[in-house]
């Protein structure tokens, strides 16, 4: 479970560096998760624009890297391909999570 | 209507291998040519119930029993059953979709519970029988139509 991370205007951005993020690879994405963005305070965008296919075990990882930032840190996500949006419009976790199209579009939001 | 003959796929009943077992099923769908959406649905159903039976009716046997994945196509669109000798459903029946309660802190919110959900929200028909010692759980998609 590949993934890089960046920091731009007081965000940190976690690109996934992976095709899928299924019941395989969830708990590794999870532990993976925690060391990147441990120690930090800035909110993490979640860029998804690598990712075309996510499962149920894919979004609850995604939902317990939120709850493990919480409370002091937010996430955010970006770049949901059309199957993974599916997900989240499907189980409403959209309403849950602020969602971009892009991160140059989470970051023009956030910043203003 | 494009022409799928019927098809069926093994796999062994561990998580990586409902990876290859999923590429291996959506590349038997191909004639099918179905749009981005749809392929998603196919994929996301069967990937949700492949995973239900490694993690519940496999969960003591993975490395010893197979699972098979059976399809065909028809007017009203896709067949799929998903056969497993794995424990039975403890109650006899596949387990309702009970929608996700998203309406509680942060710290409660549901990490897992969407499988069953997702599964009903996309299929149009969910059947499960035990056929001896086996779990068949059918499955009807309306893509390719």
């Known amino acids: 479970m590949e993934l890089t991370s960046s920091t731009e205007h007081g965000l940190q951005i976690v690109t996934v560096q992976e095709p899928r993020i299924d019941a395989a690879v969830a708990l590794a994405f999870k532990d993976r ?7 930090g305070i800035d909110t993490v965008v979640l860029d998804l624009n690598h990712v075309q296919f996510i499962d149920s075990s894919g979004l609850g990882a995604i939902v317990a890297a939120m709850k493990n930032l919480a409370p002091d840190r937010k996430l955010i996500l970006a770049g949901l391909t059309p ?3 599916k997900v989240f419009r499907l189980t409403r976790m959209d309403s849950v999570f602020g969602v971009f199209p892009t991160v140059e579009a989470a970051l023009t939001k956030l910043r203003a | 209507m494009p022409e799928l003959l019927p098809f ?3 796999l062994k009943g561990t998580e990586n291998a409902v990876r290859d077992g999923l590429a291996q099923a959506m590349a038997c769908l191909a ?3 179905l749009n981005t959406d749809d392929a998603g649905t196919v994929e996301l159903v069967l990937a949700e119930a492949l995973n239900n039976v490694v993690e519940h009716a496999l969960a003591s046997t993975p490395e010893l029993t197979a699972i098979e994945i059976r399809g065909s196509h028809g007017a009203d669109g896709l067949h799929i059953t998903v056969i497993d000798c794995g424990a039975p459903m403890p109650d006899g029946t596949a387990p309702l979709a009970k929608t996700p ?13 969407f499988g069953w959900y997702l599964i009903h929200t996309l299929a149009t028909d969910v059947k499960y029988s035990r056929v001896g010692a086996a779990n068949h759980l059918s499955l009807q998609l309306p893509v390719g139509v």
């Open chain 2, 101 to 113: 309660n998203l309406d509680v802190e942060t710290h409660d919110m549901p990490e897992g519970g």
């Open chain 1, 83 to 85: 199957t993974v949006d």
């Open chain 2, 8 to 10: 069926a796929v093994s």
């Open chain 2, 31 to 33: 004639p099918l040519h």
């Open chain 1, 33 to 39: 998760m925690r060391d990147t963005t441990e120690g």
